[in-house]
């Protein structure tokens, strides 16, 4: 089992930045990818991006690209996403989610960190 903590979310005027943090624990991570996704008030969940954590390779979603950045800190099991430059479409429920295969349903999910961003 994996368990996953976000926190930092917050509200925020547009064009400023916020850090969302995902603490994790239960395993090493050193086989999983993990993943950032988002969920907007009646829309569906939307993949934001992953990191691979042994090698630190990353995606994002054209949506946040060249604006949001993932990294992760092997000492303290915990992976980042740095938003940069945010727009009120960015505002939504921010999740942190694990999988040990990027083509596979992540399989441990955080239980969500509010990002709100005013115009």
């Known amino acids: 089992q994996v368990q996953l903590v976000e926190s930092g979310g917050g509200l925020v005027q547009a064009g400023g930045s916020l850090r969302l943090s995902c603490a994790a624990s239960?395993?090493?991570?050193?086989?999983?990818?993990m993943g950032w996704f988002r969920q907007a008030p009646g829309k569906e969940r939307e993949f934001v991006g992953r990191?691979?954590?042994?090698?630190?390779?990353?995606y994002y979603a054209d949506s946040v690209k060249g604006r949001f950045t993932i990294s992760r800190e092997y000492a303290k099991n915990t992976m980042y996403l740095q938003m940069n430059s945010l727009k009120p479409e960015d505002t939504a429920v921010y999740y942190c989610?694990?999988?040990?295969?990027?083509?596979?349903?992540?399989?441990?999910w955080g239980q969500g960190t509010q990002v709100t961003v005013s115009s």
């Open positions: 239960g395993r090493t991570l050193s086989s999983y990818v």
């Open positions: 990191i691979r954590w042994s090698g630190g390779s990353t």
């Open positions: 989610a694990a999988t040990l295969r990027s083509d596979r349903p992540y399989d441990y």
